[in-house]
């Protein structure tokens, strides 16, 4: 099913970019079409999964499982951010899809999480929604497939703008696509968004060259694909870069139409910002709530840019000798590798190629390079300008190999014998690179790959009586070199692996009321739970609302892995948290106040005696008090007192009594005396809450949690999060659509009416 939902998409693209853009033959396409498969054939051709799924084998429960699931050892820990958060908030992304609600709310995590408004989940990517089609897991063997697939036919598109041969092009195309930092990142949204970059800069080219209605659709869409990608940090990367190339192009030509080429690109630009709105809009309300975001401004954008010395010379010779990155094999860094080949041809265009481009590739190649090693002065220039400052400019590595792949582009339309003679040159120069290198610190497997079909691509250059097999030996050994240095960096799993059902969550199945769970130290690594249907209030997101934070206190704290770690299950506002259940080792003594539910394997299923139900009703409340957090960390029982934000009102009130029956998607609440319900979502700006119908305020409780005042009686209230700033980008987006739409009918119209006769 994953590889038919691949070539039904990668066809249906070759067929518009052939319609539209330009006319592609069917050897090309085919290229083009198998590429990605280099890299995940292993998943898509056997049925397996293209992800990193046996790191969820790495912690209790499924560790004690993975003998008898036949899960193997991790191999790329770097990946653990698809296993622990990209699988499952694609996961709660299909679960809300299926539910029939908007994208907004993660029920799975951190007592209630954004979704959309998180941008990462990427909702409202047309290629998202197609992996929707297929199990979260599974789905991610598409969703790179069709990334990668993109970032060929993007690249070689490019190529053949800038009037490169089919054979050049094909070989950008291979070289880009299987770069190391599209290889490693490609199963993020970061890395979908860099392979979106050739295509944003052809169709900035193609403004400029052919200024229409037409090439200012094609900006449009690609700067819409890359908004909805997913990362608005790649897309203020990728808009940067294609705007710098497009004002290249655009200082080229003549004043009248450099007019009608600006115009057309602020209609494409603005236009891709209405159709994007649904996703920005959300993303820009939600980063200003969260931790990370006080972090980025009050760090990152104040103050000169810190770098450890040493670092940015360290990182330049990983980049320059790809081998030469033991060192860095714990970190996830992007490195700006695209391959010796790569490297030797570039080396050749500047020297010989007579392409106007060269210089512009070589010079943005060499500044994203060295921002990519944090190196002075380009890091610190961009960390002074705004946006630039709050994002992570070593990221830019990623351009670096789409540099190199048009300058390789440019020497494979000029080739000659003297291109052999540079590829010898490098292979001596990096030979003796590594011959000064301390022992051990060279990846001896990349070594030889980077050096033998470097060495092979020599020989055939300098010697080939044929030329015209040169090129494609040229790309036959590209692929070779590709597929040994990163083709294995994403593994592919047996489909077993991936998730099993586990015994120990079967009594948990029957119970209706809601409920959340968590686990001691590592155990039930945080979003493992989102894959059985469970709800973690424990945290491992990109973005934490400010208010849940400064609650950690009081329940957790930061541990080593990365999440909110739980030490001991007695803390009082775990309960206040509605964590019903926990997992503990076996051998771990159940602590006061929990009960024994069951065991299986290494793992015991443990009960909170004295759990709060989801909505609840406090016996007092208590308002004014200027330091909630420090109050509250004295409090043993969070049933009898809570903290609402009253202005005005007494500091201590009875509250209640009362009583709350909980439905799905209402409370049935009875009270004596008029007073406030507690529920224990995380307060994002964007709830709305319904009394009987009628829109009522949220008052923020227990700091970081939700209250609503209810008169004496029976009422029914209704909590629904629906951020006004979704609303309005929904409008835009919908609006946008439909004026789009109208008006490619009425230029059809107007072109199919007969013309009048005199």
């Known amino acids: 099913m994953t590889l038919l939902l691949y070539l039904a998409s990668a066809l249906a693209l070759l067929l518009l970019a052939h319609a539209c853009v330009t006319r592609l033959t069917r050897g090309t396409a085919l290229v083009l079409l198998l590429l990605p498969l280099l890299f995940t054939g292993r998943a898509l051709l056997t049925g397996r999964v293209y992800a990193p799924v046996e790191l969820a084998y790495t912690t209790e429960p499924l560790n004690g499982y993975r003998a008898e699931i036949g899960a193997p050892e991790p191999r790329n820990r770097m990946l653990s951010d698809i296993t622990f958060q990209m699988i499952p908030w694609r996961q709660a992304l299909r679960e809300s899809i299926a539910g029939g609600e908007w994208p907004l709310w993660n029920r799975f995590e951190a007592c209630g999480d954004v979704l959309a408004g998180a941008a990462q989940v990427a909702p409202f990517s047309p290629f998202t929604l197609l992996a929707l089609l297929l199990p979260a897991a599974e789905s991610f063997g598409f969703t790179a497939s069709i990334a990668f697939f993109l970032a060929a036919l993007g690249t070689w598109l490019l190529a053949k703008e800038l009037g490169c041969g089919e054979m050049a092009a094909l070989i950008a195309a291979a ?21 979106l970059l050739p295509l944003v800069m052809m169709a900035a080219r193609r403004v400029v060259e052919s200024p229409s209605v037409r090439s200012a659709s094609i900006l449009m869409t690609a700067l819409t694909l890359e908004a ?15 705007a710098v190339y497009g004002v290249y192009e655009w200082l080229r030509r003549g004043r009248q139409q450099r007019g009608r080429a600006l115009a057309c690109a602020i209609a494409a630009g603005v236009a891709a910002l209405l159709l994007s709105a649904i996703a920005l809009l959300p993303f820009l309300d939600a980063s200003r709530q969260t931790v990370e975001h006080h972090i980025r401004t009050d760090f990152f954008a104040k103050g000169p840019l810190r770098v450890a010395p040493g670092l940015s010379r360290a990182a330049l010779l990983a980049d320059l000798l790809p081998f030469a990155r033991a060192s860095f094999r714990n970190f996830l860094m992007a490195r700006a590798e695209a391959g010796s080949i790569a490297l030797a041809l570039a080396i050749f265009a500047l020297w010989r190629s007579r392409a106007r481009e060269r ?15 944090n190196a002075w002065p380009v890091a610190q220039l961009l960390h002074r300008l705004p946006l630039f400052d ?57 070594f030889v790959a980077e050096l033998a079909p470097l060495a092979v691509a020599a020989v055939i250059v300098l010697f080939a009586r044929n030329r ?18 990163d083709g294995a960096l994403i593994p592919a799993n047996d489909s077993r692996v991936a998730y099993p059902r586990l015994a120990i969550f079967q009594p948990l199945q029957s119970i209706r009321e809601p409920f959340r769970i968590a686990g001691i ?22 973005m934490t609302l400010t208010p849940f934070d400064d609650t950690f206190p009081l329940w957790c704290r930061h541990g080593g892995f990365g999440f909110n770690q739980i030490d001991d299950l007695t803390r009082p506002m775990l309960s206040m948290l509605n964590i019903r259940f926990a997992l503990v080792p076996q051998d771990e003594a159940i602590p006061p106040g929990w009960r024994d539910v069951t065991t299986d394997h290494a793992t015991r299923l443990i009960e909170n005696e004295h759990v709060l139900p989801r909505a609840f009703i406090p016996r007092n409340v208590r308002s004014g008090v200027s330091n909630d957090i420090e109050d509250m960390s004295a409090a043993t029982d969070f049933a009898e007192m809570a903290w609402l934000d009253l202005p005005g009102s007494p500091r201590d009130m009875p509250n209640g009594p009362g009583t709350i029956v909980i439905h799905p998607r209402s409370l049935d609440v009875t009270m004596e005396h008029d007073g406030y319900v507690v529920i224990s979502d995380a307060a994002w700006n964007g709830w709305r809450a319904y009394l009987d119908g009628r829109r009522t305020k949220i008052v923020p409780a227990n700091h970081a949690f939700l209250g609503v005042h209810v008169p004496a009686g029976r009422h029914t209230i209704r909590l629904i999060y629906l951020p006004q700033s979704f609303v309005v980008g929904r409008w835009i987006s919908f609006a946008t659509m439909a004026m789009i739409v109208l008006f490619c009918i009425g230029r059809t119209w107007v072109r199919r009416a007969p013309a009048k006769t005199a």
Do not use: K
């Open 468 to 485: 015209a097999i040169v090129a494609p030996l040229l790309l036959a050994l590209i692929l070779l070199q590709r597929t040994i240095s």
């Open 359 to 373: 210089w512009l590739f070589a010079i943005l190649g060499f500044v994203c390079l060295l921002a990519s090693a």
């Open 228 to 242: 909805l990608a997913g990362h608005p940090e790649t897309l203020l990367h990728v808009t940067a870069l294609g």
């Open 521 to 542: 130290g590592p155990v039930l690594f945080p979003n493992t739970a989102t894959m059985y249907g469970l709800e973690d209030a424990r945290v491992m997101t990109a």
């Open 175 to 195: 070289m880009f696509t299987l770069s190391a930092p599209i290889a490693l990142q490609i199963l993020w949204p970061l890395g979908f968004g860099w392979a």
């Open 390 to 446: 709050l994002a992570l400019n070593d990221r830019l590595a990623s351009a670096v190999p789409l540099c190199l792949a048009m300058l390789a582009a440019f020497a494979v339309d000029s080739l000659s014998d003297r291109a052999g003679a540079v590829m010898a040159a490098l292979l001596i120069l990096l030979a003796a690179g590594a011959l000064g290198m301390r022992p051990g610190s060279i990846d001896a497997p990349r």
